[in-house]
Protein backbone atom coordinates (compact mmCIF):
# COMPACT_ATOMS: atom_id res chain seq x y z
CA UNK A 1 0.00 0.00 0.00
CA UNK A 2 2.74 2.21 0.51
CA UNK A 3 4.03 1.88 -2.84
CA UNK A 4 0.75 2.21 -4.35
CA UNK A 5 0.38 5.72 -2.52
CA UNK A 6 3.77 6.73 -3.35
CA UNK A 7 3.00 5.64 -7.07
CA UNK A 8 -0.02 7.92 -6.99
CA UNK A 9 1.49 11.05 -5.31
CA UNK A 10 4.30 11.20 -7.83
CA UNK A 11 2.69 10.37 -10.87
CA UNK A 12 0.47 13.23 -12.48
CA UNK A 13 -2.53 11.60 -13.06
CA UNK A 14 -2.45 9.05 -10.80
CA UNK A 15 -1.17 -15.76 -22.71
CA UNK A 16 1.74 -17.09 -24.21
CA UNK A 17 5.30 -16.32 -23.32
CA UNK A 18 6.68 -17.10 -26.64
CA UNK A 19 4.88 -15.34 -29.03
CA UNK A 20 1.93 -12.60 -29.55
CA UNK A 21 -1.34 -14.50 -31.15
CA UNK A 22 -2.40 -14.13 -34.96
CA UNK A 23 -4.83 -11.12 -34.19
CA UNK A 24 -1.95 -8.93 -32.92
CA UNK A 25 0.86 -9.60 -35.67
CA UNK A 26 -1.34 -7.91 -38.14
CA UNK A 27 -3.45 -4.70 -37.80
CA UNK A 28 -5.73 -5.54 -40.70
CA UNK A 29 -6.85 -9.01 -38.97
CA UNK A 30 -7.08 -7.18 -35.49
CA UNK A 31 -11.08 -7.28 -34.13
CA UNK A 32 -10.31 -4.43 -31.82
CA UNK A 33 -12.71 -6.10 -29.86
CA UNK A 34 -12.02 -5.71 -25.52
CA UNK A 35 -10.68 -9.11 -24.86
CA UNK A 36 -13.15 -11.90 -23.35
CA UNK A 37 -10.93 -14.56 -21.37
CA UNK A 38 -10.48 -11.98 -18.82
CA UNK A 39 -7.97 -13.32 -15.65
CA UNK A 40 -10.45 -13.26 -12.49
CA UNK A 41 -7.51 -11.95 -10.86
CA UNK A 42 -5.36 -10.00 -12.30
CA UNK A 43 -1.94 -8.41 -10.77
CA UNK A 44 -1.80 -4.10 -10.38
CA UNK A 45 0.85 -3.05 -12.09
CA UNK A 46 1.76 0.45 -11.91
CA UNK A 47 3.86 2.37 -14.67
CA UNK A 48 5.27 5.69 -15.88
CA UNK A 49 4.26 6.99 -19.39
CA UNK A 50 7.31 9.14 -21.16
CA UNK A 51 4.37 11.95 -20.76
CA UNK A 52 0.75 12.58 -21.07
CA UNK A 53 -0.83 10.21 -22.95
CA UNK A 54 -1.00 10.74 -26.54
CA UNK A 55 -0.28 8.68 -29.84
CA UNK A 56 3.14 7.38 -28.67
CA UNK A 57 1.48 5.58 -26.13
CA UNK A 58 -1.20 3.75 -28.05
CA UNK A 59 -0.30 0.37 -27.31
CA UNK A 60 -0.63 1.04 -23.34
CA UNK A 61 -3.28 3.15 -24.15
CA UNK A 62 -5.56 0.67 -26.35
CA UNK A 63 -4.22 -2.60 -24.05
CA UNK A 64 -5.98 -0.80 -21.44
CA UNK A 65 -9.23 0.00 -23.30
CA UNK A 66 -9.54 -3.18 -24.43
CA UNK A 67 -8.51 -5.22 -21.59
CA UNK A 68 -5.09 -6.62 -23.30
CA UNK A 69 -3.45 -6.68 -20.38
CA UNK A 70 -5.81 -8.44 -18.15
CA UNK A 71 -6.52 -10.97 -20.77
CA UNK A 72 -2.39 -11.63 -19.41
CA UNK A 73 -3.24 -11.29 -15.76
CA UNK A 74 -1.64 -8.05 -15.31
CA UNK A 75 -4.22 -4.93 -14.26
CA UNK A 76 -1.78 -2.01 -15.56
CA UNK A 77 -2.27 1.68 -14.19
CA UNK A 78 -0.30 4.42 -16.23
CA UNK A 79 0.45 7.56 -15.28
CA UNK A 80 2.02 10.92 -16.67
CA UNK A 81 5.16 12.24 -15.02
CA UNK A 82 4.53 15.34 -12.67
CA UNK A 83 8.13 16.37 -14.05
CA UNK A 84 9.41 14.99 -17.83
CA UNK A 85 12.58 14.28 -16.67
CA UNK A 86 11.49 11.29 -13.97
CA UNK A 87 10.52 8.31 -15.75
CA UNK A 88 13.10 6.37 -15.14
CA UNK A 89 14.14 7.87 -11.97
CA UNK A 90 10.66 6.27 -10.76
CA UNK A 91 11.73 3.01 -12.05
CA UNK A 92 15.28 2.85 -10.49
CA UNK A 93 13.87 3.95 -7.00
CA UNK A 94 10.82 1.33 -7.54
CA UNK A 95 7.98 4.33 -7.45
CA UNK A 96 6.70 2.42 -10.96
CA UNK A 97 7.68 -1.25 -11.45
CA UNK A 98 7.76 0.12 -15.34
CA UNK A 99 8.36 3.03 -17.18
CA UNK A 100 8.48 4.48 -20.65
CA UNK A 101 11.12 7.13 -21.42
CA UNK A 102 13.49 8.04 -24.36
CA UNK A 103 16.76 5.19 -25.33
CA UNK A 104 19.23 8.86 -24.38
CA UNK A 105 18.20 9.01 -20.92
CA UNK A 106 18.70 5.27 -20.18
CA UNK A 107 22.16 5.84 -21.72
CA UNK A 108 22.95 8.56 -19.69
CA UNK A 109 20.89 6.87 -16.07
CA UNK A 110 22.83 3.48 -16.98
CA UNK A 111 25.97 5.78 -17.33
CA UNK A 112 25.02 7.44 -13.92
CA UNK A 113 25.14 3.67 -12.19
CA UNK A 114 21.00 3.41 -12.01
CA UNK A 115 19.84 0.16 -12.05
CA UNK A 116 17.82 0.04 -15.31
CA UNK A 117 17.54 -1.57 -19.00
CA UNK A 118 15.81 -1.44 -21.86
CA UNK A 119 13.19 -3.73 -22.30
CA UNK A 120 11.26 -3.12 -25.14
CA UNK A 121 10.70 -0.14 -28.03
CA UNK A 122 7.45 1.15 -28.51
CA UNK A 123 8.82 3.89 -31.17
CA UNK A 124 11.45 2.43 -32.99
CA UNK A 125 13.14 5.96 -34.99
CA UNK A 126 13.57 9.25 -33.68
CA UNK A 127 10.83 11.45 -34.04
CA UNK A 128 12.23 14.46 -31.94
CA UNK A 129 13.04 17.87 -33.81
CA UNK A 130 14.35 21.61 -34.04
CA UNK A 131 10.78 23.53 -34.89
CA UNK A 132 9.95 26.89 -35.33
CA UNK A 133 7.42 29.04 -37.14
CA UNK A 134 7.71 30.41 -40.51
CA UNK A 135 6.48 33.86 -39.61
CA UNK A 136 9.66 34.10 -37.54
CA UNK A 137 12.33 34.62 -40.16
CA UNK A 138 14.56 32.25 -38.59
CA UNK A 139 16.02 30.21 -41.94
CA UNK A 140 18.53 27.83 -40.41
CA UNK A 141 20.25 26.53 -37.16
CA UNK A 142 22.67 29.46 -37.60
CA UNK A 143 20.13 32.14 -37.54
CA UNK A 144 18.67 30.88 -33.69
CA UNK A 145 22.15 33.07 -32.51
CA UNK A 146 20.08 35.45 -29.92
CA UNK A 147 16.82 33.46 -29.81
CA UNK A 148 15.64 31.39 -27.19
CA UNK A 149 14.96 27.95 -27.91
CA UNK A 150 12.43 25.73 -25.43
CA UNK A 151 12.97 22.36 -24.23
CA UNK A 152 10.90 19.94 -22.13
CA UNK A 153 13.70 19.24 -19.59
CA UNK A 154 14.82 15.75 -20.12
CA UNK A 155 18.39 15.87 -19.56
CA UNK A 156 19.56 14.36 -22.87
CA UNK A 157 17.15 17.16 -24.61
CA UNK A 158 19.89 20.05 -23.82
CA UNK A 159 22.99 17.81 -24.86
CA UNK A 160 21.23 16.88 -28.04
CA UNK A 161 20.53 20.49 -28.43
CA UNK A 162 24.25 21.50 -27.56
CA UNK A 163 25.86 19.15 -30.12
CA UNK A 164 22.91 20.44 -33.01
CA UNK A 165 23.68 24.09 -32.52
CA UNK A 166 27.89 23.26 -32.64
CA UNK A 167 27.53 21.96 -35.84
CA UNK A 168 26.26 25.33 -36.54
CA UNK A 169 29.04 26.86 -35.21
CA UNK A 170 26.92 28.26 -31.73
CA UNK A 171 27.98 28.07 -28.40
CA UNK A 172 25.81 27.74 -25.36
CA UNK A 173 26.18 31.42 -24.67
CA UNK A 174 25.00 32.12 -28.04
CA UNK A 175 21.30 31.09 -27.14
CA UNK A 176 18.85 30.92 -24.24
CA UNK A 177 17.70 27.64 -23.03
CA UNK A 178 14.47 27.50 -21.23
CA UNK A 179 12.75 24.54 -19.85
CA UNK A 180 9.41 24.51 -19.99
CA UNK A 181 8.06 21.05 -19.55
CA UNK A 182 4.44 19.96 -21.41
CA UNK A 183 4.10 23.46 -22.68
CA UNK A 184 6.20 23.33 -25.76
CA UNK A 185 3.57 24.55 -28.40
CA UNK A 186 2.46 27.09 -25.72
CA UNK A 187 5.25 28.84 -25.21
CA UNK A 188 6.03 28.87 -29.16
CA UNK A 189 2.62 30.23 -30.16
CA UNK A 190 3.25 32.69 -27.19
CA UNK A 191 6.25 34.29 -27.79
CA UNK A 192 8.24 32.82 -25.23
CA UNK A 193 10.28 30.76 -27.81
CA UNK A 194 11.53 31.35 -30.82
CA UNK A 195 12.54 28.22 -31.47
CA UNK A 196 11.43 24.42 -29.91
CA UNK A 197 13.83 21.54 -29.37
CA UNK A 198 12.80 17.84 -27.99
CA UNK A 199 9.28 17.80 -29.73
CA UNK A 200 7.80 15.42 -32.09
CA UNK A 201 7.73 16.36 -35.72
CA UNK A 202 4.23 13.87 -35.65
CA UNK A 203 3.59 15.30 -32.07
CA UNK A 204 4.01 19.03 -31.89
CA UNK A 205 4.49 19.67 -35.49
CA UNK A 206 1.06 18.27 -36.38
CA UNK A 207 -0.76 19.82 -33.77
CA UNK A 208 0.62 23.30 -35.05
CA UNK A 209 -0.20 22.14 -38.41
CA UNK A 210 -3.46 21.30 -37.66
CA UNK A 211 -3.30 25.33 -36.48
CA UNK A 212 -2.47 26.46 -39.45
CA UNK A 213 0.41 27.68 -38.36
CA UNK A 214 3.09 26.55 -40.92
CA UNK A 215 5.54 25.13 -38.85
CA UNK A 216 9.28 24.37 -40.30
CA UNK A 217 10.11 21.02 -39.06
CA UNK A 218 14.06 19.86 -38.77
CA UNK A 219 14.26 16.41 -37.86
CA UNK A 220 17.16 15.76 -35.54
CA UNK A 221 18.27 12.56 -38.07
CA UNK A 222 19.05 15.56 -40.49
CA UNK A 223 21.07 17.77 -37.83
CA UNK A 224 23.91 15.08 -37.11
CA UNK A 225 21.93 12.90 -34.63
CA UNK A 226 22.17 9.05 -35.00
CA UNK A 227 19.01 7.06 -35.78
CA UNK A 228 18.01 5.05 -32.42
CA UNK A 229 14.87 3.61 -31.01
CA UNK A 230 13.70 6.45 -29.38
CA UNK A 231 10.54 5.32 -26.73
CA UNK A 232 11.38 2.32 -24.99
CA UNK A 233 9.54 0.30 -22.01
CA UNK A 234 12.78 0.90 -19.04
CA UNK A 235 12.62 -1.76 -15.93
CA UNK A 236 15.11 -2.25 -13.39
CA UNK A 237 18.04 -4.71 -13.54
CA UNK A 238 16.76 -7.07 -11.16
CA UNK A 239 13.21 -7.23 -12.52
CA UNK A 240 14.61 -9.10 -15.75
CA UNK A 241 15.31 -12.15 -13.48
CA UNK A 242 12.34 -11.52 -10.91
CA UNK A 243 9.83 -11.06 -13.04
CA UNK A 244 10.09 -12.15 -16.53
CA UNK A 245 6.74 -13.08 -17.07
CA UNK A 246 5.36 -10.37 -16.45
CA UNK A 247 7.90 -7.68 -18.42
CA UNK A 248 6.87 -10.49 -21.66
CA UNK A 249 3.25 -10.50 -20.89
CA UNK A 250 3.41 -6.62 -20.39
CA UNK A 251 5.23 -6.72 -24.11
CA UNK A 252 3.22 -8.70 -25.51
CA UNK A 253 -0.10 -6.56 -24.39
CA UNK A 254 1.10 -3.69 -25.56
CA UNK A 255 2.34 -5.02 -29.06
CA UNK A 256 -1.49 -6.52 -29.48
CA UNK A 257 -2.70 -2.65 -28.33
CA UNK A 258 -0.50 -1.28 -30.89
CA UNK A 259 -1.44 -3.68 -33.76
CA UNK A 260 -4.83 -3.21 -33.06
CA UNK A 261 -4.67 0.92 -32.78
CA UNK A 262 -2.51 0.50 -36.39
CA UNK A 263 -5.10 -1.44 -37.79
CA UNK A 264 -7.91 0.63 -36.25
CA UNK A 265 -7.21 4.62 -36.16
CA UNK A 266 -10.56 5.31 -34.55
CA UNK A 267 -9.69 2.88 -31.69
CA UNK A 268 -6.32 4.59 -31.02
CA UNK A 269 -7.93 7.59 -30.46
CA UNK A 270 -11.13 6.80 -28.37
CA UNK A 271 -8.13 4.86 -26.43
CA UNK A 272 -6.41 8.37 -25.73
CA UNK A 273 -9.46 10.14 -24.92
CA UNK A 274 -10.40 7.87 -22.86
CA UNK A 275 -7.45 8.77 -20.71
CA UNK A 276 -7.26 10.92 -17.90
CA UNK A 277 -3.45 11.14 -18.24
CA UNK A 278 -4.18 12.90 -21.99
CA UNK A 279 -3.81 16.38 -22.49
CA UNK A 280 -6.77 18.07 -22.80
CA UNK A 281 -6.32 21.30 -24.42
CA UNK A 282 -5.79 18.91 -27.30
CA UNK A 283 -9.00 19.38 -29.76
CA UNK A 284 -10.50 16.61 -32.30
CA UNK A 285 -8.79 17.78 -35.00
CA UNK A 286 -5.25 17.64 -33.17
CA UNK A 287 -5.50 14.39 -31.75
CA UNK A 288 -6.57 12.82 -35.11
CA UNK A 289 -3.92 14.64 -37.08
CA UNK A 290 -1.03 13.38 -34.26
CA UNK A 291 -2.87 9.57 -34.48
CA UNK A 292 -2.38 9.58 -38.41
CA UNK A 293 1.62 10.99 -37.98
CA UNK A 294 1.94 8.48 -35.09
CA UNK A 295 0.76 5.33 -36.19
CA UNK A 296 2.40 4.22 -39.26
CA UNK A 297 5.82 4.70 -37.14
CA UNK A 298 5.12 2.52 -34.11
CA UNK A 299 6.65 -0.97 -33.19
CA UNK A 300 4.10 -3.96 -33.01
CA UNK A 301 6.99 -5.90 -31.87
CA UNK A 302 9.16 -3.97 -29.64
CA UNK A 303 12.20 -5.60 -30.95
CA UNK A 304 15.08 -2.73 -29.97
CA UNK A 305 17.90 -2.63 -32.63
CA UNK A 306 21.45 -3.24 -30.54
CA UNK A 307 23.20 -2.09 -33.72
CA UNK A 308 21.86 1.57 -33.69
CA UNK A 309 21.91 1.55 -30.33
CA UNK A 310 26.02 0.97 -29.91
CA UNK A 311 25.95 3.50 -32.76
CA UNK A 312 23.95 5.80 -30.15
CA UNK A 313 26.13 5.26 -27.28
CA UNK A 314 29.59 5.93 -29.39
CA UNK A 315 27.68 9.07 -30.61
CA UNK A 316 26.77 10.14 -26.94
CA UNK A 317 30.25 9.85 -25.67
CA UNK A 318 32.04 11.47 -28.56
CA UNK A 319 29.83 14.13 -27.58
CA UNK A 320 31.04 14.18 -24.57
CA UNK A 321 27.53 13.35 -22.98
CA UNK A 322 28.94 10.19 -21.05
CA UNK A 323 32.01 9.39 -19.74
CA UNK A 324 32.12 5.97 -21.10
CA UNK A 325 30.61 3.72 -23.58
CA UNK A 326 27.97 1.35 -22.07
CA UNK A 327 28.06 -2.38 -23.41
CA UNK A 328 24.75 -2.86 -25.30
CA UNK A 329 24.57 -5.67 -23.49
CA UNK A 330 24.19 -3.60 -19.85
CA UNK A 331 21.58 -1.29 -21.73
CA UNK A 332 19.20 -3.53 -23.70
CA UNK A 333 17.91 -6.79 -23.90
CA UNK A 334 15.11 -8.31 -26.38
CA UNK A 335 14.31 -11.54 -25.49
CA UNK A 336 11.11 -9.82 -23.95
CA UNK A 337 10.07 -8.45 -27.39
CA UNK A 338 7.33 -11.00 -29.31
CA UNK A 339 10.10 -11.63 -32.55
CA UNK A 340 12.95 -10.35 -33.78
CA UNK A 341 13.30 -9.33 -37.09
Known amino acids: MAIIAAAAALLAGCGSDHGLDATARTGAENSARP ?10 LWITLDARAGAENVGVLTAQLLRYFEARGLHVEAGSPANVAAPVLYVADKTAVLGI ?23 PQPTAAMIWLRRSGIR ?5 RGHTIAIPGVPFQRAFLMAVLGRAGLTPKDVEVREVGYNLVPALIRGRADAIFGGSQNLEGAQLESRGLAPVVTPVRDLGVPPYDEIVVVARTTELAGRPRMIRHFLAATAHGTATGVGDPDVAEKAIEKSFERDPTLDGRTLAAQVKATLPLLST ?17 EQGMVKREIPVSKLLTNRFAQTNP
Not at 310 to 316: N, P
Request: hydrophobic content about 45%; aromatic content about 2%; glycine content about 6%.
Open 140 to 144: DIADL
Open 301 to 317: TGHINPARAARLVAWMH
Open 101 to 123: SQLPQVVMARAEGEPVVAVGSLL
Open 35 to 44: ATDVSPNPRS
